[in-house]
């Protein structure tokens, strides 16, 4: 017994001192062997104060046949940088003794918060991962730029999904300063009797499910410029979320409000401008004047409006979930010398760039008082791009004109009655259509390809009776007869 006991012990010894020397084999111990890294540098776009980014991935390859030990990986500026790891699934600045198999890999994953400081200037952030590896250091470079911004954020919770803070109370005129961008949480609200103007080359970054909000008998003036325009955006300005819409909410506009917009580029939102009735109508002093504005990406609508007075003219509105242009409740609406192009390319779209309707769900029915449509241009990948919606049971005013627009349509709609149509040129197929009047869709370039079918068709009467604007979205001169849409060829 006592003899096999000890022959036993014997070979388990020999086993494990033979298995430990086979694992030590393993272990590459070249002096010249190098890390491979996915990416030597790793950038971040323009990140805001205090609001990070998104995660970027750093994966790390054995290429050899043996397994490697990387002694240590570190961040260089330690816990004072702005920069976070996770290292293989464990979040920390430092690791050690990672094993990575043959033909095997690992990640670490790398976020970027950027602190305030007090310039006005973009300021660059740099630091670096770095590798101890066999005697030896090699490092990947983590570079970010940051800008100090204006923080709104929310104070007040009106219900579980809205929190807010008033910028303008009532009574009360606020300016917005120039300086640096604003970004803001929650809902940035304009009071009743209070007046929002936003000048030129000011830039509003709304955070996810954020918006602004002028409040019944509230005001809004934004004055952009076509060198300087304000900017509503989300405030992730990495690459891939240039083009992606649902980043914020909206801007909301209640009853009695009255809001002029000139010169703003409204993007990547949830919908872009909605017009909606807390108590009552009140279309006589219900009003919007938008103007050489582009609104894009939004996930719904670029413009969803409940029985508002809305007036347009040298507008851009493109890629929307839903409707480029909702006027619904009725209203009074009139849109000149602007273009509704809408080849979304997310889950499909299924209803029109436009749709007219008079009526609610409840049911209710409101007028539509007038909804006139001038040297526009309607395109998209639908088969028809307008939708009248006519409530057919009620008697209310249901008035519509298209003068000398451009349309998709499979001419299913009823455009006969002159008094509601002058002058309109169809165009059935989708990508014959849009190659044949924009430079290129897929890039968002709505300028006119020559020969175009919207060059030289519009009246000029759309544009005289424009008072003081005589040039297109780019401020050039319109020609006689003029081209429709946005963009003057």
Wanted: proline content about 3%.
């Amino acid at each position: 017994m006592k003899s096999n006991l000890i022959f036993k012990g014997i070979v388990f010894m020999f086993l494990l001192a033979t298995f430990a020397c086979k694992k030590d084999n393993k272990i590459l111990s070249d002096k010249s062997a190098l890390l491979k890294f996915s990416e030597d540098t790793i950038i971040f776009d323009t990140v805001f104060t205090s609001v990070g980014t998104i995660t970027h991935t750093l994966k790390i390859y054995n290429t050899f046949k043996q397994t490697l030990n990387i002694s240590s990986i570190s961040l260089a500026g330690g816990k004072s940088s702005n920069f976070r790891l996770n290292i293989d699934g464990a979040k920390s600045i430092t690791a050690t003794d990672i094993e990575i198999a043959p033909n095997d890999s690992f990640y670490i994953f790398v976020a970027a918060t950027i602190d305030p400081n007090n310039g006005t200037t973009p300021l660059i952030v740099t630091d670096s991962i770095v590798f101890d590896f066999n005697g030896k250091k090699q490092d990947v470079d983590l570079v970010a730029w940051g800008q100090n911004a204006h923080y709104i954020k929310a104070t007040t919770k009106l219900n579980q999904n809205i929190k807010y803070s008033i910028i303008a109370g009532e009574n009360e005129n606020i300016t917005l300063l120039t300086d640096k961008p604003y970004v803001i949480y929650g809902y940035a609200v304009v009071d009743s009797a209070g007046c929002l103007t936003i000048p030129a080359g000011t830039k509003l970054h709304f955070h996810n499910k954020s918006g602004l909000w002028v409040y019944r008998y509230g005001c809004l003036n934004v004055e952009g410029t076509k060198d300087n325009p304000v900017i509503f955006q989300g405030d992730r300005l990495d690459y891939m979320y240039r083009d992606q819409p649902n980043q914020w909410d909206r801007i909301l506009l209640n009853e009695h409000t009255n809001t002029k917009i000139n010169y703003a580029k409204i993007l990547n939102g949830f919908i872009g401008i909605q017009t909606d009735l807390l108590f009552d109508a009140g279309l006589n002093d219900s009003k919007l004047k938008i103007t050489n504005t582009v609104i894009a990406n939004m996930n719904v609508a670029g413009i969803f409006a409940k029985f508002f007075d809305i007036e347009g003219y040298n507008n851009l509105i493109y890629n929307t979930g839903g409707p480029c242009l909702a006027l619904t409740y009725g209203g009074k609406y009139s849109f000149r010398n602007s273009t509704f192009a809408s080849f979304w390319e997310y889950p499909a779209r299924k209803e029109s760039a436009i749709i007219l309707n008079n009526y609610s769900g409840l049911p209710q029915y409101f007028p539509l008082e007038k909804a006139y449509f001038g040297n526009c241009i309607v395109m998209g990948n639908q088969k028809s791009e307008v939708t009248i919606d006519k409530c057919k049971s009620c008697s209310e005013t249901f008035n519509y004109e298209f003068n000398h627009c451009l349309i998709k349509s499979d001419n299913t709609l009823d455009f006969s009655n002159t008094n509601f149509v002058t002058s309109i040129q169809f165009d059935k197929d989708a990508t014959s259509s849009s190659n044949c009047v924009f430079k290129d869709y897929t890039k968002n370039d709505y300028h006119l390809i020559e020969n175009s079918a919207a060059i030289g068709i519009g009246s000029d009467l759309n544009i005289i009776e424009v008072p003081n604007e005589k040039t297109d979205l780019d401020a050039v001169q319109r020609k006689s007869p003029p081209s429709v849409g946005c963009y003057e060829y």
